[in-house]
């Protein structure tokens, strides 16, 4: 009786296990710790250190982060500091540790972020070394998933602001002037020049699909001498430009090649407009064509790569009279010209003028005298 009631109370059991379905293992619940930042950059200026990186759009378990995260920035002397080394007391508990605190900031997930660091007195001073920038976020109980990429800067005194920074036109381009100060190895100043406006007739090299481009960077090499002046022949002139620059000390220390950018100059804005001449022709050439009555001209072809093109001018030595335009209204294109309007038995003075785009017209060229026999 007793084996009888144990084997039906096994079968209930059986038939109670069977009837049951398991739950899924349990998940634990997401910690909310935003990705650690990956692509930090940045710049030294003058005493400040401009960061820039990309805020994560998820946490470490791929939940999309909602509302601003905070962010604690710092610096240290070398790289990420390995955990369980003494934290400074200026850091809480939580952060890396050895690594001096900047700022706490909140910032907007998956959107670009920027902080501007103003760099500790003792790191502006002395010889230059080799210091990092991190951003670590943190969720709101403190914790965090890891610090971002290291950005090094280099310490020590940057170099010196950039005065009574103007610029002029000339010919061959807009001049760039400056205050010289003493030369340092390493030491280059770097120009930004924007285009603000296009004026004037198009360029042959706009007209051919190669504009001049928005934006362009310079560099004045300022290692063994500071003439205080730069001509910037590549920018068109008949353009508005806007233009900035700073010295840049580049360092290297700790086996980072690293730049120190002093503060910029004021911006100066300039309309370099074209009016320059172009060169005067030479090589003029004046033949006899006794067979079809004229006089036929020829000269050297202006290379200027603004040429609109060229006026001829005449003076009848013969009845004295003073000199003319005898190339019409129009401008003459080729290098050459035809005189059909001249008599046997006299001769005549000739000369040669270019003119460009903007209608800025050279000097006429030495008198070549020749004249028709009767």
């Known amino acids: 009786m007793k084996r009888f009631l144990w084997a039906a109370s096994a079968s209930f059991g059986l038939i109670l296990l069977a009837g049951c379905g398991l739950a899924a293992n349990p998940q634990p619940p997401t910690l909310w710790l935003p990705e650690p930042v990956r692509d930090l950059t940045g710049a030294r200026v003058a005493n400040q250190v401009h960061l820039y990186w990309t805020m994560p759009k998820n946490t470490t378990d791929k939940v999309a982060l909602k509302g601003d995260q905070a962010a604690h920035i710092c610096w240290t002397s070398g790289a990420a500091p390995a955990p369980g080394k003494s934290a400074s007391?200026?850091?809480?508990?939580?952060?890396?540790?050895?690594?001096?605190?900047?700022?706490?900031?909140?910032?907007?997930?998956?959107?670009?972020?920027?902080?501007?660091?103003?760099?500790?007195?003792?790191?502006?001073?002395?010889?230059?070394?080799?210091?990092?920038?991190?951003?670590?976020?943190r969720n709101r109980a403190g914790k965090t998933a890891g610090p971002s990429n290291p950005f090094w800067i280099a310490t020590g005194p940057g170099p010196s602001a950039v005065s009574d920074f103007s610029v002029t036109t000339q010919a061959g381009g807009p001049v760039l002037h400056w205050q010289p100060a003493a030369p340092e190895p390493g030491l280059v100043l770097r120009i930004h020049r924007t285009l603000v406006t296009q004026r004037g007739a198009a360029k042959p090299s706009e007209s051919a699909g190669t504009p001049p481009p928005q934006e362009q960077t310079l560099e004045v090499e300022l290692g063994a001498s500071d003439s205080g002046q730069a001509i910037d022949r590549d920018a068109a002139l008949d353009h508005v430009y806007r233009y900035t620059a700073e010295r840049v000390l580049r360092v290297?220390?700790?086996?980072?090649?690293l730049e120190i950018a002093g503060p910029p100059?004021?911006?100066?804005?300039?309309?370099?407009?074209?009016?320059?001449?172009?060169a005067v022709p030479a090589g003029l050439a004046v033949?006899?064509?006794?067979?079809?009555h004229a006089l036929d001209l020829s000269w050297t072809p202006d290379t200027d790569p603004d040429l609109a093109g060229y006026v001829v001018y005449r003076r009848d030595v013969t009845a004295g009279t003073s000199a003319e335009r005898i190339s019409?209204?129009?401008?003459?294109?080729?290098?050459?010209?035809?005189?059909?309007?001249?008599?046997?038995?006299?001769?005549?003075?000739?000369?040669?003028?270019?003119?460009?785009?903007?209608?800025?017209?050279?000097?006429?060229?030495?008198?070549?005298?020749?004249?028709?026999p009767q």
């Open 89 to 137: 007391a200026a850091v809480p508990s939580t952060g890396l540790p050895g690594c001096i605190a900047v700022a706490d900031a909140m910032f907007a997930p998956a959107k670009p972020a920027e902080y501007v660091a103003q760099l500790p007195g003792g790191l502006t001073s002395g010889t230059p070394r080799a210091v990092s920038f991190f951003v670590e976020l």
């Open 252 to 257: 290297d220390v700790d086996h980072h090649a």
């Open 265 to 278: 100059a004021q911006p100066f804005t300039i309309d370099a407009k074209d009016i320059f001449p172009p």
């Open 287 to 292: 033949v006899a064509d006794e067979q079809n």
């Open 328 to 372: 019409g209204k129009g401008l003459v294109a080729p290098p050459s010209f035809e005189d059909k309007a001249v008599v046997a038995g006299h001769r005549y003075a000739y000369a040669v003028s270019a003119v460009d785009q903007d209608g800025n017209e050279s000097a006429r060229c030495a008198e070549v005298e020749e004249g028709l």
